[in-house]
């Protein structure tokens, strides 16, 4: 999994932790392969909102904008079927399509806070992190101003169930899955507050609520048929995530219990991988590439794994083949451009991260990347541009006003790149100005 971290900033409140999202290409697309006919039953674009996993254990699920849905990959660990995890998809698509977070933002001000980098509807500062060391600013539980943000009313948990229930049998997933995911959660309203999951303390479970939900269910009707492509998508994900979050030797004692040949494969490339096993990871992910030799995320795992190993020509095969097969995967891209800079071919890492930013600009390690190409390149007021936006989208904003001051000064007044530059500019002003009213 590329060590990708998208890090959330609520501009009222101090973090008071980091929380980082994993993000992958493989699991993106997965996830969006089960969200996609969620979304569009809640009349959402699955263009527009994308599906991102949190790096934490707990068990939550949440939206704090109209485009991300955000799901620990904790709760992916515990769900048993595409449904379950359907399910709390429809939730939190509910939440978007009844209006409750645009709402929220409405009452929170701040709504062209950072407008000029197009970030999602001012409370959020997006994508931060880099190489090894991901990193960067989030949601802090500890205050109560973001609690207060994150906690749905009585009437949002009940609108949320309704819709949620209405948009899974529209897109032929069984309903029933909410009911099992309310399982996970039985007993947690008798909890302390501190001992419960984060999302019970969001998503308040009451048996007045779960009597509701069975009604909804039964309204609707439990007759769908299995839906083999979802139950697939969801053995990927939750058997990639798992490998990626559990010890090795707990994965490669568990290869083949998703069912699938390949994931089995993919699971064992990750554990040998991560175990620093280069030849054996090599050959389990060659096996998974011989099952499914158009997949392309196959062969971008294939990357990762002679990236880790050093191995930086070979990696620019496997990722130049990545790209073949989904020329418009941003992460692909900016995996392909990752290992041309490694091994010195400046211009065409460039090109390639220059269109990854194009698709995708909230890739932190991306920018940092690309401001290297850019710098090689002798592109110095690119490089200070780039890095600037690194900063703001990791809500380090004094820092990133520092180098949008010197980009300012380096690139043509009145440009595209320099007008980009001033929308940094404003945003680290306009955050300074926040911070000394405080």
Same mark, same amino acid.
């Given at each position: 999994?590329?060590?990708?971290?998208?890090?959330?900033?609520?501009?009222?409140?101090?973090?008071?932790?980091?929380?980082?999202?994993?993000?992958?290409?493989?699991?993106?697309?997965?996830?969006?392969?089960?969200?996609?006919?969620?979304?569009?039953?809640?009349?959402?674009?699955?263009?527009?909102?994308?599906?991102?996993?949190?790096?934490?254990?707990?068990?939550?699920?949440?939206?704090?904008?109209?485009?991300?849905?955000?799901?620990?990959?904790?709760?992916?660990?515990?769900?048993?079927?595409?449904?379950?995890?359907?399910?709390?998809?429809?939730?939190?698509?509910?939440?978007?399509?009844?209006?409750?977070?645009?709402?929220?933002?409405?009452?929170?001000?701040?709504?062209?806070?950072?407008?000029?980098?197009?970030?999602?509807?001012?409370?959020?500062?997006?994508?931060?992190?880099?190489?090894?060391?991901?990193?960067?600013?989030?949601?802090?539980?500890?205050?109560?101003?973001?609690?207060?943000?994150?906690?749905?009313?009585?009437?949002?948990?009940?609108?949320?169930?309704?819709?949620?229930?209405?948009?899974?049998?529209?897109?032929?997933?069984?309903?029933?899955?909410?009911?099992?995911?309310?399982?996970?959660?039985?007993?947690?309203?008798?909890?302390?507050?501190?001992?419960?999951?984060?999302?019970?303390?969001?998503?308040?479970?009451?048996?007045?609520?779960?009597?509701?939900?069975?009604?909804?269910?039964?309204?609707?009707?439990?007759?769908?048929?299995?839906?083999?492509?979802?139950?697939?998508?969801?053995?990927?994900?939750?058997?990639?995530? =798992?490998?990626?979050?559990?010890?090795?030797?707990?994965?490669?004692?568990?290869?083949?219990? =998703?069912?699938?040949?390949?994931?089995?494969?993919?699971?064992?490339?990750?554990?040998?991988?991560?175990?620093?096993?280069?030849?054996?990871?090599?050959?389990?992910?060659?096996?998974?590439?011989?099952?499914?030799?158009?997949?392309?995320?196959?062969?971008?795992?294939?990357?990762?794994?002679?990236?880790?190993?050093?191995?930086?020509?070979?990696?620019?095969?496997?990722?130049?083949?990545?790209?073949?097969?989904?020329?418009?995967?941003?992460?692909?891209?900016?995996?392909?451009?990752?290992?041309?800079?490694?091994?010195?071919?400046?211009?065409?890492?460039?090109?390639?991260?220059?269109?990854?930013?194009?698709?995708?600009?909230?890739?932190?390690?991306?920018?940092?990347?690309? =401001?290297?190409?850019?710098?090689?390149?002798?592109?110095?007021?690119?490089?200070?541009?780039?890095?600037?936006?690194?900063?703001?989208?990791?809500?380090?904003?004094?820092?990133?006003?520092?180098?949008?001051?010197?980009?300012?000064?380096?690139?043509?007044?009145?440009?595209?790149?320099?007008?980009?530059?001033?929308?940094?500019?404003?945003? =680290?002003?306009?955050?300074?100005?926040?911070?000394?009213?405080?």
């Amino acid at each position: 999994m590329g060590a990708i971290v998208l890090a959330l900033a609520l501009l009222l409140a101090q973090p008071a932790r980091a929380i980082e999202l994993l993000r992958d290409a493989d699991v993106e697309y997965g996830l969006a392969q089960l969200a996609s006919p969620i979304l569009r039953a809640a009349g959402l674009s699955p263009a527009q909102v994308k599906v991102l996993v949190v790096n934490d254990g707990n068990l939550n699920a949440f939206v704090v904008s109209n485009d991300v849905i955000f799901i620990n990959h904790g709760l992916i660990n515990r769900a048993t079927s595409a449904e379950m995890l359907q399910a709390v998809l429809a939730h939190e698509a509910a939440h978007i399509a009844n209006g409750h977070i645009t709402r929220r933002m409405t009452n929170l001000g701040n709504a062209r806070t950072l407008a000029g980098l197009g970030l999602a509807l001012a409370a959020v500062a997006a994508a931060a992190g880099g190489g090894d060391a991901a990193a960067g600013l989030a949601i802090g539980s500890q205050s109560a101003v973001q609690r207060a943000f994150l906690k749905h009313t009585r009437a949002e948990e009940s609108s949320a169930d309704q819709s949620g229930v209405r948009f899974m049998r529209a897109a032929g997933a069984d309903p029933r899955g909410f009911l099992e995911v309310m399982e996970l959660f039985r007993g947690q309203d008798v909890l302390s507050e501190a001992r419960q999951d984060p999302y019970a303390r969001s998503h308040p479970l009451s048996r007045d609520r779960l009597r509701a939900m069975e009604a909804f269910v039964a309204a609707y009707g439990t007759g769908v048929a299995p839906n083999p492509t979802a139950a697939y998508w969801f053995a990927r994900v939750k058997g990639k995530i =798992s490998a990626h979050t559990r010890a090795p030797k707990w994965t490669l004692k568990r290869t083949g219990e =998703s069912g699938y040949k390949d994931v089995a494969f993919l699971r064992e490339a990750v554990a040998e991988s991560r175990q620093s096993r280069t030849k054996q990871a090599l050959r389990a992910i060659d096996n998974a590439i011989a099952t499914r030799p158009g997949d392309p995320f196959f062969h971008a795992a294939k990357g990762d794994i002679l990236m880790d190993a050093r191995q930086f020509q070979s990696a620019v095969a496997a990722y130049g083949q990545a790209v073949k097969l989904s020329p418009r995967d941003a992460l692909l891209l900016a995996g392909y451009g990752r290992a041309l800079l490694a091994t010195g071919n400046v211009t065409a890492a460039r090109t390639t991260l220059e269109q990854a930013r194009v698709i995708d600009f909230r890739d932190g390690t991306m920018l940092r990347d690309l =401001s290297v190409a850019y710098a090689k390149s002798g592109q110095n007021g690119m490089a200070a541009l780039v890095t600037a936006e690194r900063y703001a989208l990791s809500g380090r904003m004094e820092d990133a006003g520092i180098h949008a001051k010197r980009a300012s000064g380096l690139l043509a007044t009145g440009s595209g790149p320099w007008q980009r530059a001033q929308d940094v500019l404003i945003a =680290s002003e306009r955050a300074e100005k926040r911070k000394k009213r405080r």
